[in-house]
């Protein structure tokens, strides 16, 4: 059963400190993306990767947040230093390889909260 | 850009129907998703409309007109787990991600 996982499931953090979120596609997924998700702004796209390479980051806040894919089977998303605005779920999602269809699978999500 | 819009919540009873609008106006379509999102979990794939009509799945029924950029999700028979926000979301052509309207929160009641 393939599933994106996501580590840690929920981190709480105080203000200033150093965020780190871990995802891990499923296997044979080349586009990996990453999601804020909060009540005020629903789903939104953080930044995403194809084939390990950095295709878009525009939504995602660059003096503090970066986004790498070490490997093929690890994507990264972090916060330095974190504010309490930040506090929400962030969501991993993987795309297969076939570019035609663009179904995304999601992670359980990291549900933050930065005091 | 794209612009994505559906109602921001519904109600209806246990065993009757409802209807879930989006329209979009976008450019290089290729593909409208549904996801379901049970409250604190995950959004999950529900359907995918690329060409013009009706797509069944069970319960889930959902219907495309590219011409008109609407799109609707039909649930029917509903059940009380079937209350959940309901996204909307874009594909474009040469582009991997998807734009996700703000939901619609769908309850079910007894």
């Known amino acids: 059963d393939a599933r994106v996982t996501q580590t840690p499931r929920h981190k709480v953090t105080e203000m200033g400190q150093e965020v780190t979120m871990r995802c891990q596609p499923i296997l044979g997924h080349n586009t990996v993306f990453w999601y804020r998700q909060t009540m005020m702004q629903g789903l939104e796209l953080l930044a995403y990767?194809?084939?390990?390479?950095?295709?878009?980051d525009s939504g995602m806040p660059k003096d503090r947040f970066s986004a790498e894919m070490p490997d093929a089977t690890l994507a990264t998303l972090k916060i330095q230093p974190s504010e309490p605005r930040d506090s929400a779920v962030y969501f991993c999602?993987?795309?297969?390889?076939?570019?035609?269809?663009?179904?995304?699978?999601f992670g359980p999500g990291t549900r933050l909260t930065v005091l | 850009g794209q612009n994505i819009d559906q109602p921001t919540e519904m109600t209806a009873t246990e065993g009757a129907i409802v209807q879930i609008n989006c329209t979009y106006q976008?450019?290089?379509?290729?593909?409208l998703f549904w996801y379901q999102q049970h409250a604190g979990e995950a959004p999950t794939f529900l359907s995918y409309?690329?060409?013009?009509g009706l797509e069944e799945k069970g319960r889930f029924s959902s219907f495309l007109s590219r011409s008109k950029g609407y799109s609707y999700l039909l649930l029917k028979e509903l059940q009380m787990k079937d209350s959940a926000s309901y996204l909307c979301a874009l594909g474009r052509t040469n582009d991997y991600k998807l734009s996700f309207g703000a939901g619609t929160t769908v309850t079910v009641r007894a």
């Open positions: 409309n690329v060409l013009d």
């Open positions: 976008t450019s290089g379509f290729n593909g």
């Open positions: 999602a993987s795309g297969p390889r076939t570019g035609e269809y663009n179904e995304q699978f």
């Open positions: 990767f194809r084939n390990r390479a950095p295709l878009d």
